[in-house]
């Protein structure tokens, strides 16, 4: 037996050897470029809903300032002397008092 035909023997097994690393090789890269894009799409869709919540409280925020707006002007219109003068004359029949009414304290 020479060199050659034991190549010739053991060249089978080695051809099924290469393609099964070739086969294994191709499954190996397929499923990191599976996990690669997968990552990828979960990435962009968890944006995504960060967006939509960033979006959300924006919108409450403008609400909410717009609330505290209106809250400082019902504010201001309450605490204005007119009003209160108004309501103690008008509902609790509250007059100025008179000169001699006035009694200063020292």
């Known amino acids: ?4 035909d034991v190549l010739k023997q053991n ?4 051809e ?3 393609a099964a690393l070739h086969y294994s090789s191709f499954l190996f890269v397929t499923f990191v470029l599976m996990a690669v894009a997968l990552i990828y799409v ?3 869709i ?3 809903e960060l967006e939509y919540q ?5 919108s ?5 300032l ?8 019902e504010y201001a219109t309450l605490k204005s002397p007119q009003r209160i003068e108004a309501i103690a004359r008008e509902n609790l029949q509250m007059i100025y008092p008179e000169r001699d009414q006035v009694i200063l304290v020292k």
């Open 1 to 4: 037996m020479s060199i050659a």
């Open 11 to 14: 060249a089978p097994d080695s």
């Open 16 to 18: 099924k050897e290469i």
């Open 42 to 44: 979960w990435s962009h």
């Open 46 to 48: 968890h944006m995504t």
């Open 54 to 58: 960033i979006a959300a409280e924006t």
């Open 60 to 64: 409450r925020k403008e609400q909410l």
């Open 66 to 73: 717009e609330e505290q707006r209106k809250l400082k002007v």
